[in-house]
Structure formats: C-alpha cells, structure tokens
C-alpha cells in the first residue's frame, strides 16, 4: 500500500472522454511514454458494461502504474484496479473502506475541514478542487485558490493532489503552495503537442526538487 501511494506525485492524469482528440487509449499510452505514475478512469456517459470493458483495457495498460477509478467502487473491483477516487456526493468513506479493504481511496475535498474529515476516516489521498475557475467539471464549484493548498497541507499528512484550472502557466504556484501532485485534465488533452504539456508539467516539479 505505501509503495503505491508514494505513486501519487508529479502529474496525475485522469481520462476524460468528451474532450479527447485521440481517444483515451492513445491519451494513457502517450502518458505512460512520459512517465505518468499515476492514472484515473473517469467516465460519466457510458454505461456499466462499457465501463468494465474500458477499465479492464486500461488496468492492462497501467500494469506498473497505479491505476483508480472514479466513483465506482463496482467498476474498481471488476477490473482489478488499485483503488477509486470518490467525491463528496459519492459512497460514505467508512462504506467504501469495508468494501474495498486494503486497496486505495482518494477523496475530494474543499476545504480544510472536509480534508480533516477524509484522513480521519480512512482517505489514502486528498484531491483539492477546484484551484482554479474551471469548466472541465460543472459542478467543480467556487475557486479555493492556491492558499488553500498550504492550509490543507499544514493539516493532514496523507498525499494532497490539486486539481481544477491548472495549466503549465499557473502550475508553478500549485507546486510552491506544496501540492504532491496535480491534474491538469484540458491543458493537456486539448494541447497541439500534449506530450509537451505533460512534460513541462513535469519539469515544474522537478525544478522544485532540485532548484
């Protein structure tokens, strides 16, 4: 469990298909070439059955990556996948955590109260949302702002990934702000060149390790 965690840093990567251009096959296989260690399957408009389909094509892609779904803890566990990423409106932590025993959770919070909550109940993972205006999740909600990274990270101990309106511009501030890592979803997957954006998303983080 702890080996995969120390996965979650860097670049997160979390599929989307409505905004694809190559399909989210080709997006996980580009991220893999550039060394993404952490991957998501989000999915609203599929059904189940094409769910576990993709998942069990991606989960065999994402063999030595860490590997979570969003929201469904069913589609986590017929696909083999490492773990899922709930949210707020999602299955109760404590429930999921009985399902699912050892395997990981994410969970997305707001604010530091909501972080709290989620590492007292068993999160392996925090991903605050949204940083940034965004339009990628409607329902994202109001900016907590870079601000809210370090009083998250100043209260909890597990992982913090920020998510929401992060581009390669604005991403220097999310990893001073002491983000573990940080999914950047439309200045990648809409990007001419996304093999650049995701590397330069890396590099961000690199020069903050080595300065």
């Not at 773990?83 to 932590?93: E, F, R, S, Y």
């Amino acid at each position: 469990m702890k080996e995969k965690i120390q996965k979650i840093k860097g670049y997160y990567f979390i599929t989307d298909s409505s905004l694809t251009r190559r399909g989210i096959f080709e997006d996980v296989k580009l991220a893999l070439s550039c060394g993404v260690s952490v991957f998501q399957y989000r999915e609203k408009n599929k059904s189940s059955f094409q769910m576990h389909t993709e998942a069990v094509k991606l989960k065999k892609l994402c063999r030595n990556v860490l590997f979570l779904i969003n929201d469904r803890i069913d589609i986590a566990l017929s696909s083999g996948a490492d773990g899922v990423h709930l949210g707020q409106d999602d299955m109760p932590l404590k429930i999921a955590r009985k399902i699912l025993k050892k395997k990981i959770i994410g969970v997305t919070v707001h604010n530091v109260k909501e972080a709290i909550e989620a590492e007292k109940n068993g999160a392996d993972y925090l991903g605050l949302s949204p940083i940034f205006q965004t339009s990628t999740k409607k329902d994202a909600g109001k900016p907590c702002g870079v601000e809210m990274i370090k009083k998250v990270k100043g209260s909890v101990r597990i992982p913090v990934v920020a998510i929401g309106g992060i581009t390669p511009e604005n991403a220097p501030q999310v990893v001073d702000a002491g983000a573990d890592a940080l999914c950047a979803i439309s200045a990648v997957l809409c990007a001419e060149e996304p093999r650049n954006a995701i590397k330069r998303l890396q590099q961000i983080f690199e020069k903050k390790k080595n300065p």
